[in-house]
C-alpha cells in the first residue's frame, strides 16, 4: 500500500476538515488581507523562509517629501525608499513619545523629530515643538490628486515602530505594502475596503495617472520610482533625493525583486486560543 502522500488519504481529509469545523463554529476561522512577501513574476506569495533565501544589494533612490497639512500653513516631512508606494499612500505615523521641531526647510515651516535636526538641517532655527501625540488626527493634503480619502484616512497617526536612526522621525504608511502599515491603521478604523485597488497580480499599475511625461498605467511599480522622484521635484513636493544601497529581498526562482504586499486569506484566531 503506497502511503507516500498521506494529504490523499480520505480519513486524513476527513479529520482535517472535522478540525477545521469545530475552529468556525467557534468563530476563530477569518477572512483577512495580509502583506505578505510577494514574487511578482510567480504572482504567489513566499513564506519568510523562502524570502529570506535570496538577498541582493540594491541602489534605490530615497526622496525627502513635503505634506501639506490641512487648514494651517505648515508642512510635515517624510523620508521613504520606496517613492513607488507614494500612491498607496493612505497614513502617516509620528512617534508618540518622541518630540517635533518646526522649522524653515526651502521656505517651507516643516515638522521633523528633534533628534534628526542635527543631521537634517543643523543651522536651522527652531520655531516651535510639539510632541507626537499631539499630531494624531490632524489631517494632510494627499500627495496626488487622484487620491480617494476617507474619514479613516490621510490624517496622522502614532505608534512607537517608528524610529528616528534614518529620514525625519515621521513615515508615510501605505497599508497594501506595509505589515506596519496597515498594522497601525487597523486599530484605527482603517479596513479592507478602503485599500486602494492600483496593482494587479504582476505588481503593474493598474492607474492612468502621469508622472514625469509617462503613464504609470501597467508599468511595475518599482520601475517607475524614478519617474515619480522627477515629477514631486517639479511640483515642488520634494526637498532632495538621495542614492541609498541597502540589501533587498529577491525570489530565489525568478531572481525578480519581491514586494511585500497584502494578499486576502483565510487565518486562524490563534490567539484566542493561546494559553496564558
Known amino acids: 500500500k503506497n502511503e507516500t502522500y498521506l494529504t490523499s488519504s480520505f480519513d486524513y481529509m476527513k479529520t482535517t ?8 463554529s467557534k468563530g476563530l476561522i477569518y477572512c483577512s488581507k495580509k502583506v505578505m512577501p510577494y514574487s511578482p513574476k510567480c504572482q504567489t506569495p513566499l513564506s ?16 525627502y ?15 521613504t525608499t520606496t517613492p513607488w508606494s507614494l500612491f498607496a499612500n493612505q497614513g502617516i505615523c509620528v512617534n508618540p513619545t518622541f518630540i517635533y521641531v518646526l522649522i ?8 521633523i523629530a528633534e533628534t534628526c535636526l ?6 536651522v532655527g527652531i520655531i516651535g515643538k510639539k510632541l507626537g501625540a499631539d499630531f494624531i488626527g490632524s489631517k494632510y493634503e494627499p500627495i496626488f490628486d487622484n487620491a480617494i ?29 506595509g505589515e506596519d502599515d496597515l498594522r497601525v491603521m487597523k486599530k484605527n478604523n482603517y479596513n479592507d475596503t478602503m485599500m486602494p485597488n492600483i496593482v494587479n497580480d ?14 504609470i498605467n501597467g508599468r511595475f511599480v518599482m520601475d517607475a520610482s524614478l519617474d515619480i522622484v522627477i515629477h514631486l521635484k517639479r511640483l515642488g513636493k520634494v526637498w532632495k533625493s538621495e542614492k541609498i544601497k541597502h540589501s533587498y529581498p ?26 496564558e
Open 17 to 24: 476538515w472535522w478540525a477545521f469545523g469545530q475552529l468556525w
Open 250 to 275: 529577491h525570489c530565489y526562482r525568478t531572481d525578480c525583486p519581491l514586494i511585500y504586499y497584502a494578499q486576502e486569506a483565510w487565518f486562524i484566531n490563534v490567539q484566542e486560543i493561546i494559553p
Open 118 to 123: 542635527e543631521r537634517i538641517a543643523p543651522a
Open 48 to 63: 519568510n523562509f523562502e524570502a529570506n533565501q535570496n538577498y541582493k544589494n540594491i541602489t534605490d533612490t530615497s526622496i
Open 149 to 177: 480619502v476617507y474619514d479613516e484616512t490621510h490624517k496622522i497617526f502614532a505608534d512607537d515602530y517608528v524610529k528616528s536612526e534614518t529620514g525625519t522621525g515621521i513615515v508615510h504608511l501605505a497599508p497594501i505594502f
Open 65 to 79: 517629501v513635503f505634506i501639506k497639512l490641512e487648514n494651517i500653513d505648515e508642512y510635515i516631512m517624510i523620508w
Open 202 to 215: 504582476a505588481i503593474e499599475y493598474t492607474i492612468d495617472y502621469t508622472v514625469n511625461g509617462n503613464n
Open 104 to 111: 524653515d526647510i526651502d521656505g517651507k515651516k516643516t515638522w
